[in-house]
């Protein structure tokens, strides 16, 4: 069973609280605008060292172990909205695994450290028009043109990418098809011939911005490429194993807020002369939820300890990704179906919640495509 020091629990109170004090106050007036400040936001955490916790103290991360990251994903998902939580785990955990790993000392030094910093917003750029879970199918290119990458083509549903200093591209830099010939390459958006082509309106996560990008005959210098050219998909299938972790951990932290809020409501609301609570079938459904997040929590402490161990985690973090997935849309509707019409409505955070959980079963992955690398793991799949 994980064990959390004194000092991760030391953490666990300051992310508490700057969620408390600094997000929550303000994710009503975020939704409405459709997105948050990530620069003011990023800023704050990144002088309190949350933005890099698991990074080489020489760039300004923190040298920490993995539980650290398991205790920010469980807090942020104590955010009032998925939103903010979301944009701030693609700057910690999508957007800059990769570069931090394999990046130049000096590609580190212009990017990874302001963003640890929380000067620079990154972004992650692979999802295209035509090629979603299927990043085999991307199309956009890097075309090597002397010293630089000469990038053409469009990504879709990209996380943080209106406000974002910088991307981390996965693009084809070679004729191969299939899995092989692609690089991740940090592309600065001030640079011309990007630009975002529009912002795109979601089911939830409002105050999180979402954006369609254009290249046109963008330039970058290859020394901006992440690790070895022909080698991005492998780098950017590591960098989905963090993300599915982080998304499950901040999953738990949401349902568990979720049914302590429930709690206290059915205790409070009374029908029939009773309190809801009082209705054994609304104690027995509460219950089962509680020993499924309980059980779906430490089965991501089982994952946990094997990224602290180093080892590889592919297989739990698949598994976790699915099941905390569906168990969050579980919860969402359990929720608002005991705050009854109240719960439908808009203003209540049980609307919010409802549709921002049913984003987990898609983004970072799909229920399917998490199947799919399942089968194949237990021999089940036919296909090649």
Known sequence: MVQFSEEHELFRQSVRQFVEKELNPHVDEWEEAGIFPAHEVFKKMGDLGFLGLEYEPEYGGGGVDHLFTVVLGEELGRCDAAGPAMGISVQTDMATPALAQHGSPELKKQYLEPAIRGDYVASIAVTEPDAGSDVAGLKTTARRDGDDYVINGSKIFITNSTQADFLALLARTSEEGGYRGM??????????????????????????????????????????????????????????????????????GGMEKAIERTISYVKERH????????????????????????????????????????????????????????????????????????????????????????LNSIGGGADEVMLRILSRAAGVATDD
């Open 183 to 252: 690089s991740l390459i940090v592309v600065p958006t001030d640079r011309a011939g990007f630009r975002v082509s529009r912002k795109l309106e979601k089911l939830g996560n409002w105050s999180s911005d979402t954006g369609e990008l254009s290249f046109e005959d963008v330039r970058v210098p290859v020394t901006n490429r992440i690790g070895p050219e022909g080698r991005g998909f492998q780098l950017q299938m590591q960098q989905f194993q963090k993300e599915r972790l982080i998304a499950s951990y901040m999953s738990v």
């Open 271 to 358: 029908a029939f002369g009773a309190p809801l609570a009082a209705n054994q079938s609304i104690q027995f459904a509460l219950a089962e939820l509680i020993a499924a997040v309980e059980m779906q929590k430490h089965f991501n402490y089982a994952c946990a300890e094997m990224v602290v161990r180093g080892e590889d985690a592919t297989y739990l973090a698949t598994i976790g990704k699915l099941n905390s997935s569906r168990l969050a849309r579980k919860v969402a509707d359990t929720c608002l179906q005991y705050h009854g019409g109240m719960g439908y409505m808009a203003e209540m955070w049980t609307s919010r919640y409802f549709r921002d959980a049913r």
